[in-house]
């Protein structure tokens, strides 16, 4: 992983990894990384990559160097490259000189048919019974893509003595079962199966004396996890949320994450992709209001030479870059409709179409949405659209403000002084002033207050060496009160709209939503339509 090392003369001060897509830095809070100083613009530069290739480019009136010379337009990085900000060199490093933090891989969880997530996930739990035969009521829930049933050494091992080893298999795909025929005879309707079958919910099967039925069950789940990724904290709040991502890393389907400027979504997207059975593809991160609205097919799509003025190549969309991997698009509620039309359209399975020719591709990309705009009031407007957001909301999340999770400061203050240098210590003096802070900018802004008092203090934070924005000093943090993705009243008159549009035919109403039918039967069911 690429980096930045801070240093003022001979004094090395903090190292900072740097992410795939644009980094900030600045006099700004705003910015990702924030340094102090007259000589410093708010936004002084910004630095893009996509993990091989770095660009940086100066937006200050001061201006910036690098390796000496001063940087006019977008700038290559190299391994080495030092750069200069007012009173600070910062050396970039390159891919594999900053090693990045360690996630354990969870396994796809293609045997769950998810129904819904938000504040807990509800999944489809494939099982098998007995219903005739010796284990009469038994129950096994089936957890694994793949269970072989019968003797002694299968899966699931029945106490019929007639049964072979591996008598039959079951495939699980999202919840939905298929027969397999094993190295016994297996009965399906009154005849032997010779290929794979799928089995119907309550469908029974026979092998040697036994009757076996198989359905399903919804099983509502609240993991809780002490980290995701590099996110920590210890309040019950974050708990659940680590434990709900770190499950849904382990399904393939959209995550909308839900929460205020500063709060971690960029962070959040990062530990789904690294906790994934994607984490050895590629991360690629779009800032959605970073793109005017006609060149939104060309980042996202890619186009063909001779397409429009100024293509003179061919150039790959983020569709391209992220196949086989995940695909993060922040500030979601940023798109304007015409974009979020086309979108849907991917979203949908329609594969994707370079601007310039009629040719559809079908990279295998995994979406991770981010907003802190209210998409409910936006749909309830009509400046997003309804389809679109029901396809992202299956699995969402909502990261908490900092202010609603003051447990986790006393941790979280070591931990990021520690990130700008490895020997930063904290006074009782100065925590007592961390803690008694509102932090309307929340992660952010206790990130960059730490970040300014190591670079104006050293290592060991005083009270003195604190330096708050007046700006996020005074401004007012009212607690939000409006209703967020899974709010009760408002899915449920949606739904009855849609219901009434199609009639009432289920299987109408969940190709419009982008669900399954099952899924759709599930939120009736829990909002009172049934």
Same mark, same amino acid.
């Given at each position: ?18 992410? +795939? ?36 480019? /100066? ?62 996930? #509800? ?42 080893? /591996? ?23 009154? !005849? +032997?199966?010779? /290929? ?90 779009? *800032? ?22 100024? #293509? ?59 907003? *802190? !705009? ?33 447990? /986790? ?11 700008? *240098? ?25 990130? *960059? ?13 005083? +009270? ?14 009212? +607690? ?11 899915? !449920? ?38």
């Amino acid at each position: 992983m690429a980096g930045l090392l801070f240093y003022r003369g001979e004094m090395r001060l903090l190292e900072y990894r740097l992410r +795939p897509g644009r980094t900030t830095i600045g006099r700004a809070d705003f910015c990702d990384v924030s340094l102090p100083g007259e000589s410093i613009s708010r936004t002084h530069c910004v630095i893009d990559g996509s993990g091989q290739e770095w660009l940086l480019t /100066d937006r200050s009136r001061h201006g910036t160097t690098i390796d000496g010379t001063r940087c006019d337009g977008r700038t290559a990085l190299s391994d080495g490259s030092r750069i200069g900000i007012g009173e600070f060199t910062l050396v970039f490093r390159g891919a594999d000189a900053i090693a990045p933090p360690t996630s354990d891989a969870v396994p796809l969880r293609i045997h769950e048919e998810l129904l819904s997530a938000g504040d807990a996930m #509800a999944v489809a739990q494939a099982r098998l019974t007995v219903v005739d035969g010796e284990g009469r009521g038994e129950r096994f829930y089936l957890t694994r893509p793949r269970v072989s049933i019968g003797g002694p050494g299968s899966t699931i091992v029945l106490p019929e003595p007639s049964l072979k080893r /591996d008598h039959c298999r079951l495939r699980i795909s999202r919840g939905r079962v298929m027969l397999e025929p094993g190295e016994g005879q297996t009965w399906l309707d009154g !005849r +032997p199966i010779r /290929d794979i079958t799928p089995v119907l919910p309550d469908e029974e099967f026979r092998i040697g004396a036994c009757v076996l039925r198989v359905d399903t069950e919804p099983l509502v789940i609240t993991p809780e996890a002490d980290r995701f990724g590099e996110m920590i904290g210890v309040s019950r709040e974050m708990k659940k949320v680590f434990g709900l991502l770190k499950r849904m890393a382990g399904h393939d389907d959209p995550i909308l994450i839900i929460g205020d400027s500063g709060t971690g979504k960029e962070l959040a997207a990062h530990g789904v992709h690294r906790h994934s059975p994607r984490a050895d593809g590629p991360f690629v991160p779009i *800032n959605c209001g970073a793109i005017a609205s006609d060149l939104f097919e060309s980042e996202l799509f890619g186009h063909v030479k001779g397409a429009f003025t100024g #293509a003179t190549t061919d150039k790959a969309g983020a569709f391209q870059e992220a196949d086989g991997g995940t695909l993060f698009l922040d500030e979601l509620g940023e798109l304007p409709l015409a974009a979020q039309a086309k979108l849907l359209r991917v979203l949908s399975g329609s594969g994707v179409r370079r601007v310039g020719t009629f040719k559809l591709e079908y990279p295998d990309v995994r979406v991770v949405a981010a907003t *802190n !705009r209210d998409l409910v009031q936006m749909v309830r407007s009509g400046t997003f659209r309804s389809d679109l957001f029901f396809r992202l909301e299956t699995l969402f999340i909502t990261l908490p403000p900092l202010r609603k999770r003051l447990d /986790d400061i006393a941790m979280l203050v070591p931990h990021l002084a520690r990130q700008h *240098n490895a020997a930063a210590t904290i006074t009782p003096e100065a925590m007592a002033i961390l803690m008694a802070h509102p932090w309307p900018g929340n992660i952010r802004e206790l990130s *960059n207050v730490l970040r300014r008092a190591i670079v104006l203090g050293g290592p060991r934070v005083i +009270p003195e060496s604190l330096l708050f924005h007046e700006l996020t000093a005074v401004v007012s943090v009212p +607690p939000r009160s409006r209703p967020g993705p899974g709010d009760a009243a408002s899915e !449920r008159e949606f739904l009855t709209g849609v219901l009434q549009r199609h009639s009432g035919n289920r299987s109408s109403v969940a190709r419009e939503l982008g669900i399954s039918r099952s899924g759709l039967i599930y939120r009736m069911k829990r909002l009172g339509l049934m």
